[in-house]
């Protein structure tokens, strides 16, 4: 969005004068932060300003500045930008569609019939859009979606009991998604004052993939991972881009759901045999780790041929393709949503080593890591 027509031509005597109008609460936008500033860092002819609460104050009436990065639409219903005038912006546009297709995706593989959908106790537009989000690709699955909207003038306990008595009331096995991380945990501690067990009566999922937050869970929390540091370099090139005169580039850039972190909170498949559920289960929480199946069969009380017989009598797959499909799987969506190179993608995939991952990557998907990554 262009407020001023001047040049755009650098003054090579003065750096780029830029604003940050986004709000570092949540891990996802400090995560964008962060990619803007690793762009910053390497641009190094960039000077930041960092928009807090409180501090407009500061900034004289009519102040320009060469480009902003916002989080949320640049409008002049936002008080504070109308002391500003910037010359080029770049919106980070938040996609809760990608969030609820991920979501949802999640809970059918695992084959939940029944989901919910738990909202923050204030009335937020981006938790709205999520909720919404949501319900119609559950609806798409031919699925319903109930909604838990908590009362409002009660404490945290009266709440926590509130949704117990709520989460006991629903249809189980239940999945439940959180309008971020910090609902999710509640979720959990919801389902232990109702005496639920997680995952198997209920299986939770939250947003925003805080690591913080979900490594501590009790269980693991399993969390939709937002794009936020790719996001944030994407818009700092753009901006960059802009203020240096170049045709086509974008003034939006989504930052959306990348893929689900799965973690204990939803190690749970339902099936018609339970013991392939477990091996589902298993696998699923220790991707990471190599697993023979002769170890995995004895860790559940079977010989290796019966897990075979009944994990293929169940899903038309041997176990041990099923394993490396996950991994491959896996493997994909690193390629694809962040920057690891492939000696850590392999490892967080129980692959041996990177040449490995390569030969199989190729078996399976006719193309190399590397070709995989630049093509996304």
């Known amino acids: 969005m262009a407020l001023e027509s001047r040049d755009m031509k650098k003054n090579p005597s003065r750096p780029f004068q830029v604003v940050l109008d986004i709000d570092a609460g949540s891990c996802v936008m400090r995560d964008a932060l962060n990619g803007i500033l690793r762009f910053v860092r390497d641009a190094r002819d960039w000077s930041l300003v960092s928009i ?16 902003a990065i916002v989080a949320g639409r640049w409008n002049a219903r936002r008080p504070h930008r109308k002391a500003l ?4 912006t770049v919106e980070l546009i938040l996609d809760a569609g990608s969030v609820a297709r991920l979501a949802a995706e999640h809970f059918r593989e695992r084959g939940f019939e029944h989901c919910a ?45 509130h949704l117990a008595a709520w989460l006991a009331a629903q249809p189980r096995p239940l999945a439940v998604l959180g309008a971020y991380d910090v609902e999710a945990r509640r979720v959990l ?62 003034e939006r850039i989504i930052l959306g759901g990348v893929r689900v972190e799965a973690r204990a909170s939803t190690a749970h498949f339902i ?27 004895k860790s559940l009380g079977v010989s290796r041929r019966t897990l075979e017989l009944r994990f293929r009598a169940e899903t038309g ?22 920057s690891l190179p492939c000696e850590e993608i392999a490892s967080a995939c129980g692959i041996c080593d990177a040449s490995s991952l390569a030969h199989l990557f190729r078996r399976k998907f006719g193309a190399s890591p590397s070709s995989f990554r630049k093509g996304r």
């Open 271 to 297: 099936g018609r045999d339970p013991l392939v559920a477990k091996v589902r289960a298993t696998v699923a929480a220790r991707i990471g780790e190599r697993i023979p199946v002769t170890e995995l069969a």
């Open 117 to 161: 959908f738990v909202e923050p106790p204030r009335s937020m537009p981006w938790a709205n859009e999520r909720r919404e989000a949501f319900c119609r690709e559950l609806a798409a699955r031919g699925m319903a979606c109930a909604v838990y909207r908590p009362p409002s003038g009660v404490d945290l306990t009266s709440r926590h009991r």
């Open 189 to 250: 501690a919801a389902c232990r004052i109702a005496g639920l067990n997680v995952p198997e009566d209920v299986a939770v999922l939250g947003i925003d993939n805080d690591l913080l937050r979900c490594e501590t869970a009790l269980p693991a929390l399993s969390s939709v991972a937002m794009g936020g540091e790719e996001a944030g370099q994407a818009a700092a090139a753009a901006l960059d881009a802009a203020m240096r005169g170049r045709p086509g580039a974008p």
């Open 85 to 88: 005038r910037v010359r080029r």
């Open 52 to 67: 807090d609460r409180g501090q407009i104050d500061s900034f004289s009436t009519g102040m320009v500045f060469d480009g």
């Open 317 to 338: 797959v041997p176990i041990g393709e099923a394993i490396l499909d996950e991994r491959l799987a896996r493997a994909k969506d690193l390629l694809r949503t962040t």
